[in-house]
């Protein structure tokens, strides 16, 4: 584990099993500094045990510097379920991981994720209170993908004024790859600000609604990289932007929801050369984790909630003022930001 490429001083990981319902988990700990480590359970049928421990490795580091530069007195984790969503959900397998989560002691808080649900938070809430992401009231929805599709339209905008040097969206050309939960979202608020839209999706289905609501262009997904556009917003999966990727982008600033944009570091220098401006993944898309954190708390407030996913921007402007006077990318202010929050006493280098 001390080895492994994704380990990063993780406080703590946990594999969990249950031979009855078949459970089969890791949760990972990343860094508790500023509280408890929230973070989603990804359920997907991972080829192997290795491969589910990078994912949860790497995303639970995420959700620490996500946590930390949206603001709230959160740490990282993340959790992961061997098991395809489709197939293997049951309620008991969703009881045992809840069972899991709660012999933590609450310094792991689970939400949903990619392949769960907020119906499978509630069978987890039977065996445990370290669960968010539930309805407060009947008629409500615990979803948390509209605030982060808001978080990334206010990003956008920051980014869009720090990089084509406009204060609104009008007739700006946007490409939104991946028009799932967040990208219908984002797509919607951007068609409503007056951008020009280019959308995708391997599921024709949602594309050609969503493209039909909104007057909307559609690229096939092979294509969406090469879109003339002003912005991409990668909203898919992560890793959508490699190196030679970042050859074929004619948008001068890339803005999404997606998780781990960045296929290697060496893609966020490439578009750096090429001067286009990144917003950094985890400061646009921590919408959905302001929402969750509020719910958490007896003083919910949406006005609250509105205006710190509203903020999102201005970290995002200090971010894309401070890397320019420095002479660095985005991504790496970005960082230095949050681990001056969450590891105040780590020795840095110049
Ligand atoms: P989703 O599963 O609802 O939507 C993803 C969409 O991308 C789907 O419609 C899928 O068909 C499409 N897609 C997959 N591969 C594609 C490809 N190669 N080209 C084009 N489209 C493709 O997921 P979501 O909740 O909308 O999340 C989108 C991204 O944002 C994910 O990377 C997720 O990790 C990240 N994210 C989501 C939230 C949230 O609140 N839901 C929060 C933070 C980050």
């Known amino acids: 584990m001390f080895d492994h490429p994704d380990f990063d001083h993780h406080e703590q990981v946990v594999y969990g099993c249950d031979e009855a319902s078949g459970l ?36 639970s580091r995420g959700m620490t510097y996500k946590s930390a530069l949206a603001g709230l007195p959160l740490g990282g984790g993340k959790a992961v379920i061997i098991a395809d969503p489709r197939r293997d959900k049951t309620p008991e397998l969703l009881r045992a991981m809840g069972r899991l989560v709660e012999r933590l002691g609450g310094r792991y808080i689970t939400a949903e994720d990619s392949g769960s649900s907020e119906t499978d938070m509630q ?13 407060r009231s009947a008629g409500e929805s615990g979803d948390p993908s509209p605030f982060t599709a808001l978080g990334v339209f206010h990003g956008l905008r920051a980014a869009v004024r ?58 096939p997904p092979g294509e969406i990289l090469d879109a003339e556009v002003d912005v991409f917003a990668p909203c898919a999966l992560g890793g959508a932007i490699d190196e030679a990727a970042c050859r074929r982008l004619k948008a001068r600033v890339v803005a999404g929801a997606a998780n781990n944009q960045l296929a290697t570091p060496a893609a966020g220098e490439a578009l750096h050369r ?46 894309f003022a401070r890397a320019k006077r420095e002479g660095k990318r985005p991504e790496q202010v970005a960082d230095r930001l949050a681990e001056e929050r969450f590891r105040p006493d780590h020795p840095r280098a110049a």
């Open 274 to 319: 090429r001067g286009i401006l990144y917003a950094p993944d985890y400061v646009a898309n921590a919408g959905g984790v302001i929402e969750v954190a509020w719910q958490r708390r007896s003083d919910y407030d949406r006005q609250a909630v509105l205006a710190q996913v509203e903020r999102i921007g201005a970290t995002l402007e200090t971010i």
């Open 24 to 59: 089969k988990a890791i949760i990972a700990i990343h860094n508790t500094h500023l509280g408890p480590a929230l973070g989603g359970l990804r359920i997907f049928p991972y080829a192997s045990d290795g491969e589910a421990l990078s994912d949860v490795l790497r995303l």
């Open 123 to 135: 069978w987890i809430a039977e065996e445990t209170a370290y669960v968010t992401g539930l309805r």
């Open 162 to 219: 720090h990089g084509l040097g406009r204060d609104d969206l009008e007739g700006v050309r946007v490409a939104v790859q991946g028009v799932g939960s967040v990208g219908a979202h984002l797509a919607r608020s951007l068609e409503k600000a007056g951008a020009k839209l280019v959308i995708s999706d391997i599921d024709a289905s949602a594309v050609a609604r969503l493209a039909e609501e909104l007057g909307a262009a559609t690229l």
